[in-house]
């Protein structure tokens, strides 16, 4: 099959120009309170990221703890970390992902084994983790496309019976849920992401949901260089460092705009989940586009993406759309296109079927149900 010519010509869009793909949510209470912790005595990591991480973990951590740090990338480094990875183990990835998720294992010389999406997800497709797990395989990472949960049960048995630790990557997944389960309390591990267009913003910024309580105080060193940053507090400070930690950690200016945003958090995604809802409405009997993930029950989706796959002439679509002033895009690119990850896969036949033909609509707080309306309308009118 011919690859589709890449489409420079589309230029990022501004807001005058039409519907943006993203646009950050800044809350108007958070102006004061970055403002307040201006004037504080503590801008860097102090008593607002310990709210923060207090007020998260109530509504996403179930029984366990959170972990604030500087972006999700850094969440999903320490995580990695945690899990007890090193050099030379292998474990299996999503190839459908940003490449964040995957990213920290090169630092690790962890050796990635992608896995194929499933077509009518873009999830990590199961069966393929199934074949590729081995007594080699020391962890799995999913990643939950766009706001919609993968397979947890599924994945989670994989993992029982090899006895290796899941690890979500929920950097589109604040506030979904899985067979009634909150995102954030069900693996050992999981990241959410505070970028600048999630659903919470700290700028960037990130946070680690942990269920292990015994592996909290160690997560904390190794935010802060392996120093056990409550002894240091103390004045007298005789104590050595015997791990080797970063600085994974996230500030009180941060921590202070999540914090607003998180006690809004009902609207963010209540709006979020009514637009989604509006394209699934917008879009029943369209020809030649399907919406991803739109028909699920078990699971409630998050709705930080609006993914189609179009039957054909992606390109031709993405100009229909922005000729009638709506940005679209991909968002995420198969990791294995990137040399980094040591070239192109020949074994992932749903990625290479869908490689051509998702593409992302708006979807962001600043957009109304009647914009939604009318990019279904210019959808229909065909490309
Ligand atoms: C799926 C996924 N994982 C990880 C990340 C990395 O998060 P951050 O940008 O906060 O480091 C992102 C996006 O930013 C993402 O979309």
């Known amino acids: 099959m011919q690859k589709e010519k890449p489409m420079n010509e589309l230029p990022v869009m501004n807001e005058q120009e039409g519907i943006v793909l993203f646009h950050p949510h800044v809350p108007a209470r958070a102006i004061d309170e970055v403002t307040n912790v201006l004037q504080s005595r503590w801008i860097g990591q102090g008593p607002r990221v310990a709210q923060f991480e207090k007020e998260f973990s109530k509504r996403f951590a179930g029984a366990g703890s959170s972990i604030a740090v500087g972006s999700g990338t850094d969440a999903l480094h320490l995580a990695y ?51 590729l ?34 690890i979500e990557d929920a950097a589109h997944a604040p506030g979904a849920t899985y067979k009634g389960k909150v995102i954030g309390a069900i693996s050992p591990f999981t990241m959410f992401s505070f970028q600048a267009i999630k659903h919470i913003t700290t700028g960037d910024g990130g946070m680690l949901t942990l269920q292990d309580p015994t592996l909290v105080s160690k997560a ?15 004045g007298t400070w005789e104590n050595d460092i015997t791990e080797v930690g970063y600085k994974y950690q996230m500030t009180d200016i941060g ?18 989940q009514k637009l989604m809802e509006g394209y699934k409405k917008g879009l029943r009997g369209a020809q030649g586009i399907k919406l991803i993930g739109a028909d699920t029950t078990d699971r409630t989706h998050a709705a930080w993406l609006c993914t189609a796959l179009v039957e054909a002439n992606r390109v031709g679509f993405m100009h229909a759309l922005r ?25 992932l036949p749903h990625m290479d079927a869908i490689e051509d033909r998702y593409m992302v609509l708006p979807l962001h ?19």
Request: one cysteine or more; aromatic letters at 8%; a negative charge.
């Open 365 to 383: 707080t600043k957009m109304t149900l009647e914009q939604v309306d009318y990019i279904c309308e210019v959808i229909k009118q065909g490309w």
């Open 81 to 131: 970390i945690l899990a007890g990875l090193k050099a030379g183990d292998e474990v299996i990835v999503p190839v459908f992902t940003c490449t964040a998720t995957n990213i920290p294992f090169l630092y690790m010389d962890v050796h990635v084994r992608f896995a194929d999406v499933d077509p009518e997800t873009l999830n990590i497709d199961v069966n393929h983790v199934r074949q």
């Open 133 to 166: 797990v081995s007594d080699k395989t020391k962890a799995i990472v999913c990643v939950h496309y766009g706001g919609l949960p993968c397979d947890m049960d599924e994945l989670h048995a994989v993992a029982k019976e090899f006895n290796i630790p899941i």
């Open 323 to 347: 000729n009638k002033g709506i940005e679209s895009g991909q968002v995420h690119y198969r990791n294995d296109r990137y040399s980094i990850f040591g070239g192109r896969r020949d074994d």
């Open 255 to 272: 921590a202070a705009m999540g914090l607003c945003s998180l006690h809004e958090f009902d609207d963010i995604l209540g709006h979020r």
């Open 220 to 234: 904390e060193r190794i935010r802060w260089f392996g120093i056990d940053r409550s002894n240091k507090q103390k």
